[in-house]
C-alpha cells in the first residue's frame, strides 16, 4: 500500500527536530488532543509561507478522515488558532497563531502570551476584557461576502447561524470564494421542480448523512456548465 505521507514530498524536507506544544495550547481545555496535535503539525509545516499541507496529507498523517481534519481546521480558526494565510486557487496556507516560536514562547508569570478564552489554571482568560478587539480576518469577511451571495442568488432572508458561519467556513478553508458562488449558481440553476422548496444552505454546500457531498456535487455541475459553454455566442 502506498504511503500517503509521500504523496507529498515537499513537505517532509522539514528542518525537523521534534514537537513542541506550548503551555497555554496544552492546557486549554477546548482543544481535543487532536486538536492540538493538529496546531504543532501544521505550525512545523510552516516554512514561512504558511503551511501548505493539503487536508488528504494531513488525514494520512493522523490516521483520521478529511472530514475529522477539516471540522479541527475549522475549531481551531474559529478559536484564532489558525488563520488562512492566502488561497491561490490550488493550495491554501495556514499560519499558526498558537505561540510555538519566537516572542510567544515565554508562557509562565504575568503576560505571558496568554491566548483568548484558554484556560489557565481552571480560570479562563479573555482577552478581549484587556484589549481591543482584533480586526475582522478575511475569513471572515469571506463569509459575509459569500453569504450575501447566497441570499441574492437564492432570493431568500434566511438567518446567519453560528453553525451557517462554521459551514460556509470550513468551505473557504477548502475552496476559493470564486468557486463557492459558482457552486451557488449551478444550486440554483437546478432544474428539479421542488427546488425552489429546498434552497437551504445545507442543500448547497453541506452534507447530509447517507448522501455525497452537496458542494462536490455543484462544484462538478458548474464545472460541466463550462464544458458546454459555446465557445463563441
Not at 494531513?58 to 479541527?72: A, D, K, P, V
Not at 431568500?156 to 459558482?182: N, S, V, W, Y
Not at 452534507?207 to 463563441?232: C, F, H, I, M, S
Request: glycine share 8%; hydrophobic share 35%.
Amino acid at each position: 500500500m502506498e504511503n500517503n505521507i509521500s504523496q507529498e514530498p515537499a513537505i517532509v524536507s522539514r528542518d525537523f527536530k521534534g514537537i513542541w506544544i506550548p503551555r497555554e495550547i496544552w492546557f486549554d481545555g477546548r482543544l481535543s488532543f487532536t486538536e492540538k496535535c493538529l496546531l504543532a503539525e501544521i505550525d512545523s509545516l510552516d516554512n514561512g509561507m504558511g503551511c501548505s499541507a493539503s487536508n488528504k496529507y494531513l488525514s494520512g498523517f493522523f490516521g483520521i478522515s478529511e472530514r475529522q481534519i477539516r471540522s479541527g481546521i475549522s475549531h481551531l480558526t474559529e478559536l484564532k488558532y489558525l488563520s488562512l494565510e492566502s488561497f491561490d486557487g490550488r493550495r491554501r496556507f495556514l499560519r499558526s497563531n498558537g505561540g510555538f516560536r519566537g516572542e510567544r514562547k515565554k508562557t509562565s508569570g504575568r503576560g505571558g502570551g496568554k491566548l483568548p478564552g484558554a484556560i489557565y489554571d481552571n480560570k479562563v482568560y479573555n482577552k478581549e476584557e484587556k484589549e481591543p478587539k482584533p480586526a475582522e480576518s478575511q475569513l471572515d469577511k469571506d463569509v459575509l461576502l459569500f453569504w450575501g451571495y447566497f441570499l441574492l442568488k437564492t432570493k431568500r432572508a434566511f438567518k446567519l447561524t453560528e453553525d451557517k458561519k462554521k459551514l460556509i467556513k470550513q468551505c473557504l478553508l477548502e475552496h476559493p470564494l470564486g468557486e463557492l458562488k459558482e457552486a451557488v449558481d449551478a444550486f440554483v440553476a437546478d432544474p428539479w421542480p421542488e427546488r425552489k422548496r429546498y434552497m437551504d444552505l445545507m442543500y448547497c454546500i453541506g452534507k447530509q448523512r447517507g448522501k455525497p457531498d452537496n458542494l462536490e456535487r455543484w462544484l462538478a455541475a458548474a464545472q460541466e456548465k463550462k464544458v458546454k459553454k459555446p465557445r463563441y455566442e
